[in-house]
């Protein structure tokens, strides 16, 4: 059983940067892919990025991609999502979700995924 704990969101305005984390307890991130979700308002979750504990090969959605990256902490079994130049479309919960991926693939659908975390809100003002 793997337990997920986000943490870092919270209200920005537009530009500006915010670096939520995921945590796990009860085990280490090894032999996952850890990826980001986000859900807006009346919006399924929608991948945002993703990231291979074991390989270290990350994924960014193509339209993230410039403002998004995904990193890992091995000390610390933490996964951080780094986001810059915020807008209010940006605007949702986001989730933290692992998979036991041994081969380094990062699934991008959020079916693939059996553990998530409770989520964390980030909201940026106009």
């Known amino acids: 059983q793997v337990q997920l704990v986000e943490s870092g969101g919270g209200l920005v305005q537009a530009g500006g940067s915010l670096r939520p984390s995921c945590a796990a307890s009860?085990?280490?991130?090894?032999?996952?892919?850890v990826g980001w979700f986000r859900q807006a308002p009346g919006k399924g979750r929608r991948f945002v990025a993703g990231i291979s504990w074991n390989t270290g090969r990350t994924a960014i959605a193509d339209s993230l991609k410039g403002r998004f990256t995904i990193s890992r902490d091995n000390a610390k079994n933490t996964v951080s999502l780094q986001m810059n130049t915020l807008k209010p479309e940006d605007t949702a919960v986001y989730y933290c979700?692992?998979?036991?991926?041994?081969?380094?693939?990062?699934?991008?659908?959020?079916?693939?995924?059996?553990?998530w975390g409770q989520g964390t809100q980030v909201t940026v003002s106009s």
């Open positions: 009860g085990r280490t991130f090894s032999g996952y892919a």
């Open positions: 979700a692992a998979d036991r991926r041994l081969l380094g693939t990062i699934p991008t659908s959020p079916a693939a995924y059996d553990y």
